[in-house]
């Protein structure tokens, strides 16, 4: 993965940050970025922009380009404006990056973690990148050397496309378009007075809805609430890197999910 310096014109910043990686497993199964025969089409890229028209103003976009699998894919990570008051408030409004456990708002940049796939466990599925609303943060550290920030937002966001098999009256593959409505969540992290150490909660609530179409006809949409908790571990130092996040589904029956992973990584020198 590779990223680049910014370079600031006026009032607008450019950043940019991109990756690619090759995969090959040894059957016929699909893994992360492989296949039997080596899939070279793991291809990402991320123009970042900000604008500062006002001292208090900021204007955030970021196209993206995405290739896997031989399928590409062109859109907008989100677009957003941010109102800064003082360190304890922030306001925000429009496609916003979604404040949900630790990489969620930072789900493409992969200079920042140790594997090119986040931890497909909980991001490949049931973390969301942005969510379309409004939504308030901002952070405090005391005298004591503690420090802490929160998030709280409104709105939708979009989920992973999903793929699921129907069997009846005919088996068919159906690609869902996941959809948390009437969105409310939040997130709060504590930062203690030990350099590169951060823990904290997550959560959103909403109404889920799945619409499932075809190239015929629309089969139908499956509507259920949903509440999802997450509690994230970071600690980050000049030779280590540790994370460790669980997340659980509760309030439905439609779909549980109860889902724990670590990822510990090790500097082999300032490079490697």
Known sequence: ???ADAVEVGHVEVHGFGGWAYGKTDN???YLTGNDEGNYDNV???LNLIATPYEHLGIYAQPSFTESFGENEIGLDYAFA???ARDE???RAGKVKAPFLLYSEVYDVGTIRPFFELPPSIYQQLAPEAYKGIGVTGTHFFENGWGCSYDAYFGELELM???FIFLEPEPRLFEFSPKIQDLFGGRFMVQPPVAGLNFGVSFYRGRGLLTRESSEENVGQLIDHYLFLGASLEYLSDTWWVRSEYLAQHESDAVIFDSVYIEPAYMLGEHW
């Open 1 to 3: 993965c590779l990223a």
């Open 28 to 30: 016929e199964n699909r």
């Open 44 to 46: 990402n890229f991320s």
């Open 82 to 84: 941010d109102w800064f």
């Open 89 to 91: 408030l922030r306001v």
């Open 161 to 163: 496309p999903q793929q």
